[in-house]
């Protein structure tokens, strides 16, 4: 079957199936060492996929890592260590040097160290990136229960929205799109989010292909249903302003928009930090306001 039609959930189903590994679906892989439990997880970014040559090269580094610490603290880890396998065509040394910049401000961010690496050539550049860090308590996708709450750590629909302003490739932009923009080319995770959920998630992931196909992994949906109320998802004031301005609905970005890295969640308790948008009732499906939803989000191999 043609990778179109199979698509990458459908894919993935199936290496799970011949591999006969549970743990494969999360966001990262549990091992132990020592008597300790550490998280491993790998990402790619690659040009004209996730990014164009005309980005800041400091950007694309920056969000290389990012991507990465985002599976390792959504899974209740820190990230610790990293090793980068660069993708190259015969470009200037510049813009590798201008790349790892951007690789080492994030990983001060995070506090992790980049240990090792490989590079190949190509012709495209691409950040494929390996991490591993230690955790007090692996977390899991698909292992929410009827009474738990559905929470999202922040504003949802930005990085979309900014990807379509540098897609206009404009000659100037109004305040609000340049903080839209930045949003997307560089996605920043707090660290210490972990923290909170090591102690209070019963199940959590990122938002990385977007809130509707997110949902749908991170639930089993035969076996409970999701509620969402559209009026409790957290949206950017620059978000509303960009819908506004080019006549789109905030909520559908929120839904569909790809690439926010910000943490999808469930837990017992309703109070909480972050923002509650839904519950987990007894019965099998995805709802937003009462109507079933459907996955219109990012998936590779679909368009």
Known sequence: MKMSKLGEFGLIERIKKSLKNPNIGSDCAPIVVGGATYLITCDIILEDKHFLRRYPPEFVGFKAISVNASDIIASGGRPQSVLISLILPDIDSTYVEALYRGIIRACKKYKCKVVGGNVTSSNKVGVDVFMMGPSKRFIKRKTARSGDYIFVTGNLGDSKAGMELLMMDKKSYAPFEKILMKRHLKP?????????????????????????????????????????????????????????KYRHDAISYALTGGEDYKILFTQKKKSSPFFNIGKVEKGSGIFVNNRKLKNKSFEHFRS
């Not at 995770?189 to 990385?208: F, G, H, P, Q, R």
């Not at 409970?224 to 109320?229: H, L, Q, R, T």
């Open 188 to 244: 920043e995770i707090e660290v210490d989010i972990s923290n909170y959920l090591v102690k209070n998630a019963t199940s959590s992931m990122d938002i990385s292909d977007g809130l509707s196909s997110d949902l749908y992994q991170l639930f089993d949906k035969k076996k409970v249903k999701i509620s969402i109320d559209s009026d409790l998802i957290p949206l950017s004031r620059e978000l509303k302003m960009f819908c506004k």
